[in-house]
């Protein structure tokens, strides 16, 4: 870390720390199998309904390579604040961070990891052509993110950092960052 701010080096560097592989074993063996059964199960709803795909080869490629990287790294940035900054986990499951961050992307927004794996499945949305997934479970992935974060997750932090967590959650947007503050630190 460099003048207070996360560099390059430092997202290399996490790789190789426990907490962050611990979070990777969590989001490969659970929510990246999930995901991709509720995606079959929609691929054949749009062929069951006759829904046509709405994005053409080779953009769908384009489009998930774009969505997917843009996301990749934003929760990877997000992933090395909580553990380089918040000396800890990722992952509240597994013990969560020691310190509030509020920093970096976490200035901008509560929850800057959900905005980088929604990226992310909308790219698989791209991929896949299928409509019901883009349009009907990625919406309802996204509500589910909403109250998973806002009641369950955030409940969490307030009993873990009290009125430090009610004062940030106030002058904080939860997923849309307000334009005028850009601290990227």
Not at 24 to 33: A, E, G, K, T
Not at 149 to 159: A, D, P, T
């Amino acid at each position: 870390m460099q003048n207070g701010r996360i560099t390059v080096r430092d997202m290399l560097r996490i790789v190789s720390k426990r907490e962050f592989y611990l979070d990777m074993v969590v989001f490969i063996f659970v929510c990246i199998p999930a995901v991709l059964s509720i995606l079959f199960v929609s691929v054949k709803l749009d062929k069951r309904f006759g829904l046509q795909p709405f994005v053409e080869n080779p953009y769908t490629v384009i489009l998930f390579f774009l969505f997917s990287s843009v996301g990749a790294i934003i929760v990877w940035r997000a992933y090395t604040y909580l553990i380089i900054v918040g000396e800890g986990s990722p992952c509240p499951q597994l013990g969560g961070t020691n310190k509030l961050v509020t920093s970096g992307p976490y200035s901008l927004v509560r929850h800057p990891s959900v905005i980088g794996k929604l990226l992310g499945i909308i790219g698989l949305g791209c991929l896949s052509k299928s409509v019901f997934f883009t349009f009907a479970v990625i919406p309802i992935l996204f509500l589910w993110s909403i109250f998973y974060n806002r009641f369950i997750q955030e409940k969490g932090c307030v009993e873990k950092f009290g009125e430090e967590y009610i004062k940030y959650r106030r002058q904080v947007p939860m997923f849309i960052p307000k334009l005028r503050k850009m601290d990227l630190k």
